[in-house]
């Protein structure tokens, strides 16, 4: 089976697994063999279990839609992260995250510095004024 799991960020992980178990707060835990019938499924917050011969990764995932057809399995997720334990991938995730909120404060303050400053402007020039 062949897994793809994205983000809007890019492709996260792109390969050949032997086994696959999907695990989601609100949809419970199941797992696709080789062959499995087709599902479609969500995952609030959760994570997909991959096993390659011995090697055993997990994806964190939030907000996703998990699809399996032909044994070709695609994830589309709004945030996703790979470790070698849930507790890893989820940590990393969440560190991403809280950086992620950071960034976008940062902007959101600067922009509102820059919309004041334009405004300011505007008043001065008496643009706008008929």
Request: aromatic share 6%.
């Amino acid at each position: 089976m062949n897994i793809s799991v994205v983000t809007p960020d890019g492709e996260l992980y792109n390969e050949t697994v032997t086994s696959v178990i999907v695990s989601s707060h609100n949809n419970g835990d199941y797992e696709m063999w080789s062959d499995h019938l087709p599902i479609i499924s969500t995952i609030d917050t959760g994570y997909i279990k991959l096993t390659q011969e011995k090697l055993v990764y997990y994806v964190v995932v939030i907000n996703g839609v998990v699809e399996n057809h032909h044994n070709i399995i695609t994830c589309i997720a709004q945030d996703a992260f790979i470790g070698e334990s849930k507790e890893e991938a989820m940590k990393n995730l969440m560190e991403i995250r809280k950086n992620r909120i950071e960034d976008n404060r940062k902007r959101n303050i600067e922009l509102a510095k820059a919309e004041k400053e334009l405004l300011k402007q505007i008043k001065q020039t008496g643009a706008g004024n008929l």
